[in-house]
């Protein structure tokens, strides 16, 4: 979260202040008070880069495989990335922005990580338990939960910038496509999914790319405009 330059012996800030975020695209408008704003200025860099940089790599993984550009026999190492990239990595990501006060990163990084933890603790340690007969079914709600949660932060990633409200339209048509196309065993709705999540994890690098080419230029260098101008 970009917060207001200021020199504490001559300028004066009011106790609460309400303020865009230029550089995080997870945060919308952020009211925060003048001793946190102060102390988040000097300790906490911008975490949504990592969120999204985990996100894209796992999903680009995985979506190969649903696209069927991975042969079978090596989706195995979609499992580890899920747990130390997309799992881990996203959640520490999420818990750094509960530090910063950004609530829609902080619920989105996290919630993300859960699913690729859920989704790495469900391979590795119960697939095996389900009849092969239900594992379309298994998968296909375990999807369709996770479309319908993704729904809800598209809302509300519409006061954040265009490229993220795109990136939350992609992810949930994808979500919404391996779902249905697992519960309908259609493999045609999973190949189309697994396209779309490769277009999602491209949105999602050129997101973290903005956030940290952001930080090491000093200024916006890629393109990212708010949604809608307040």
């Known amino acids: 979260m970009t917060l207001l330059q200021h020199d504490p012996l001559t300028d004066a800030m009011p106790d609460l202040v309400i303020l865009p975020d230029t550089n995080d695209p997870?945060?919308?408008r952020v009211a925060i008070s003048r001793e946190l704003a102060s102390?988040?200025?000097?300790?906490?860099?911008?975490?949504?880069p990592l969120g999204l940089a985990a996100f894209a790599l796992t999903t680009f993984?995985?979506?190969?495989?649903?696209?069927?550009?991975?042969?079978?026999?090596?989706?195995?190492?979609?499992?580890?990335?899920?747990?130390a990239y997309g799992g881990i990595a996203q959640m520490l990501a999420?818990?750094?922005?509960?530090?910063?006060?950004n609530v829609f990163g902080a619920t989105v990084f996290t919630s993300y990580g859960a699913f690729w933890l859920s989704f790495w603790a469900y391979v590795t340690f119960f697939a095996a338990t389900?009849?092969?007969?239900?594992?379309?079914?298994?998968?296909?709600?375990?999807?369709?939960?996770?479309?319908?949660?993704?729904?809800?932060?598209?809302?509300?990633?519409?006061?954040?910038?265009a490229v993220l409200a795109g990136l939350f339209a992609v992810v949930t048509v994808t979500l919404f496509l391996?779902?249905?196309?697992?519960?309908?065993?259609?493999?045609?709705?999973?190949?189309?999914?697994?396209?779309?999540?490769?277009?999602a994890s491209a949105i999602a690098?050129?997101?973290?790319?903005?956030?940290?080419?952001?930080?090491?230029?000093?200024?916006?260098?890629?393109?990212?405009?708010?949604?809608f101008r307040s």
């Open 26 to 28: 997870t945060a919308g």
């Open 61 to 83: 993984l995985l979506s190969m495989a649903n696209a069927g550009f991975m042969p079978a026999s090596a989706e195995p190492i979609v499992f580890g990335v899920a747990l």
């Open 130 to 161: 389900v009849p092969p007969e239900e594992h379309g079914t298994a998968a296909g709600w375990f999807l369709i939960a996770w479309a319908i949660f993704t729904t809800l932060m598209l809302a509300a990633s519409l006061r954040t910038t």
């Open 39 to 48: 102390e988040q200025v000097r300790l906490i860099a911008d975490p949504a």
């Open 205 to 227: 690098w050129y997101l973290c790319l903005a956030g940290v080419a952001a930080s090491t230029f000093g200024r916006p260098v890629l393109p990212n405009p708010p949604l």
């Open 178 to 199: 391996l779902g249905i196309g697992n519960l309908g065993a259609i493999p045609r709705l999973v190949t189309l999914g697994g396209i779309l999540g490769i277009v």
């Open 94 to 101: 999420g818990m750094w922005e509960f530090r910063k006060g």
